[in-house]
């Protein structure tokens, strides 16, 4: 487990040996960090794979701008020179 998690569960147990937390609610908060942490990184690679795919379309659509900028320059020049 991650640590956020395991702090959780520690609490989660303070609050329920001291009789703050009723064993239903210390159920669902042990529940909820376990959903959170099972959960949370194959979302969080979903994600980051969605951003990393779009920052190389954004890269790739900006190096063609540039490379046809480069060739109608250099298209001007040998122009210039015939």
């Known amino acids: 487990m991650i640590p956020r998690g395991e702090v959780g569960l520690i609490f989660a147990q303070v609050g329920l040996t001291a009789g703050v937390l009723t064993s239903?609610?210390?159920?669902?908060?042990?529940?909820?960090?376990?959903?959170?942490?099972?959960?949370?990184?194959?979302?969080?690679?979903?994600?980051?794979?969605?951003?990393?795919?779009?920052?190389?379309?954004?890269?790739?659509?900006?190096?063609?701008v540039v490379t046809e900028a480069m060739s109608d320059r250099n298209e001007r020049r040998q122009r210039a020179i015939d």
């Open 24 to 64: 239903g609610l210390y159920s669902s908060v042990a529940l909820m960090v376990m959903a959170t942490t099972f959960v949370a990184p194959p979302t969080l690679r979903a994600l980051l794979a969605k951003f990393r795919r779009e920052r190389d379309e954004h890269e790739s659509a900006m190096c063609d």
